[in-house]
């Protein structure tokens, strides 16, 4: 069973607007860790946000945060004001207490931002 | 240079031929990873090194064989390798493995084998 769910393989979002990305996790362990990440068509993965699974507070790094609803198993990736430049393949990706090393991905969502 | 450096960007190489990959990284990172991006396909880890040991090596065919030489250094060396190989491998130090370090990567080499 997959263990990080991006059900939206492709999004238009007009410039300037708000745009929200779906993950799902599936874990039983207690302590996790989950990451979004940004990877534009020169092929860098960019981290950009983080969210433990104790936080109580929602995870915000400027323009992004990271809608956390625990019971839900879901960790949305908000990106507000979008700009051209956030065009990009995003990644959600979740590392579990019990496996440290291992970051396990999403296939990912191809964001794309009309001017 | 800062960051996450790989080489080269692309490389093309016949199922018999032998080719490395470099990563080297400016940040005094202590653990380096080797991943996988095949086409319409989650990121696949490869290999971890931690402190230049190597602490996990994921079911991967011998076809690949990673090398850490210290801890700014990371290897991949690949023979005989299959057309199935070809793909983006990204290369990405963190400072440890704890549960909330994120990752930095490189911009990858685009593998294709022929």
């Known amino acids: 069973a997959q263990k990080i769910t991006q059900t939206q393989p492709g999004m238009f979002v007009q410039e300037k607007e708000a745009v929200t990305l779906d993950c799902t996790y599936d874990t039983s362990d207690q302590s996790y860790g989950l990451f979004w990440y940004k990877q534009p068509s020169s092929g860098e993965m960019i981290f950009l946000i983080y969210?433990?699974?104790?936080d109580e507070q929602n995870a915000t790094e400027g323009r992004y945060s990271l809608n956390f609803q625990k019971a839900r198993k879901s960790a949305n990736l908000v990106i507000s004001a979008s700009q051209l430049g956030d065009s990009a393949m995003y990644f959600c990706a979740m590392r579990e207490f019990d496996s440290n090393y291992q970051l396990i991905w999403g296939a990912g969502t191809k964001l794309i931002i009309k001017p | 240079e800062t960051g996450v450096t790989q080489t080269p960007r692309h490389l093309v190489m016949g199922m018999t031929n032998k080719k490395s990959l470099k990563c080297e990284q400016h940040l005094g990172h202590n653990a380096m990873y080797w991943y996988k991006q095949s086409a319409k396909k989650p990121l696949e880890l490869m290999f971890v090194?931690?402190?230049?040991?190597?602490?996990e090596n994921n079911s991967v065919p011998s076809r690949f064989s990673p090398e850490c030489p210290n801890s700014s250094h990371l290897f991949l060396h690949l023979h005989t390798l299959q057309p199935e190989d070809s793909a983006l491998y990204l290369c990405a130090s963190s400072q440890d493995t704890d549960l909330n370090t994120e990752a930095f990567f490189g911009q990858g080499t685009r593998l294709t084998v022929v």
């Open positions: 969210q433990g699974s104790y």
């Open positions: 090194y931690s402190l230049e040991e190597r602490v």
